[in-house]
């Protein structure tokens, strides 16, 4: 068993620094929301990082994936609130762009190293396998839609 030191790992730094970013953008954020949006945005970006470290020490790969799962559950929820944190207009629209799509890049890198580790798994059959595809699908396609919006703009 060959534990995985998450200090080497590419997506566990981006993690790192979307929280760092994230925590300087909720400072724009209005003071009656600390207990609400605020909190809600600054735990759900903590969970990425943290979500990598602890998986990564676990004993099997089956594991850590189910981890980097949770870690992409949380992206999920990211991307929602800083969707009403742009529509309650607490950051700019430019503001939330550049956060969303740095957002993005992270997934992108998290579904690669998922892929990867699924790769050593080998059971690509599997319940959770599938959800997860389709998860990725769904993601994939709203990433599209918003490219093909990005141009029209």
Not at 28 to 41: G, I, K, V
Not at 74 to 93: G, H, N, P
Request: charged share 25%; with cysteine.
């Amino acid at each position: 068993m060959v534990f995985i030191d998450y200090r080497n790992l590419e997506i566990y730094h981006a993690a790192h620094q979307f929280v760092l970013d994230t925590y300087e953008i909720v400072k724009s954020f209005p003071q009656y929301e600390d207990n609400n949006l605020t909190s809600q945005l600054r735990r759900a970006a903590t969970c990425l990082p943290l979500n990598i470290a602890e998986g990564s020490g676990a004993r099997s790969n089956k594991i850590f994936l189910n981890y980097l799962i949770f870690c992409y559950r949380s992206c999920l929820e990211c991307q929602a609130a800083l969707s009403l944190a742009r529509d309650l207009k607490y950051v700019t629209l430019e503001q939330h762009t550049l956060h969303y799509q740095k957002l993005d890049s992270f997934i992108r890198r998290l579904y690669r190293y998922m892929q990867y580790l699924e790769g050593k798994i080998g059971n690509r059959k599997e319940d959770k396998t599938m959800w997860y595809r389709h998860e990725k699908w769904k993601a994939d396609q709203e990433v599209k839609t918003r490219e093909g919006m990005g141009k029209l703009a």
